[in-house]
């Protein structure tokens, strides 16, 4: 994957107002070599959403140290 240059992510910054577009953006552009890592929370549970919205085949992963709580399995599930 190329580096963007600083015009690019000028540009970007102009188009781009909203966390939709800028997910959009990043979905159509850069799936599947992007994914989004998440740790279950609730600001994460929301992204999901909006996520799942614009591609359902999106890739989201957590790290599963062994420790998380149930409650974050049941989010999950």
């Known amino acids: ?16 107002k909203t966390p939709q ?3 959009r953006w990043a979905l159509d552009d ?11 929370g609730a600001e994460d549970v ?3 959403d909006m996520i799942m919205k614009i591609n359902p085949k999106a890739r989201i992963f957590t790290l599963d140290t062994g420790r998380l709580n149930q409650e974050t ?3 999950m599930d």
Do not use: C, G, W
């Open 30 to 40: 850069l799936h599947p070599r992007i994914a989004f890592a998440s740790s279950f």
């Open 46 to 48: 929301a992204v999901i």
């Open 73 to 75: 399995y049941d989010v």
């Open 1 to 16: 994957m190329s580096k963007f240059t600083a015009e690019q992510i000028q540009q970007l910054n102009e188009k781009l």
């Open 21 to 23: 577009e800028v997910l």
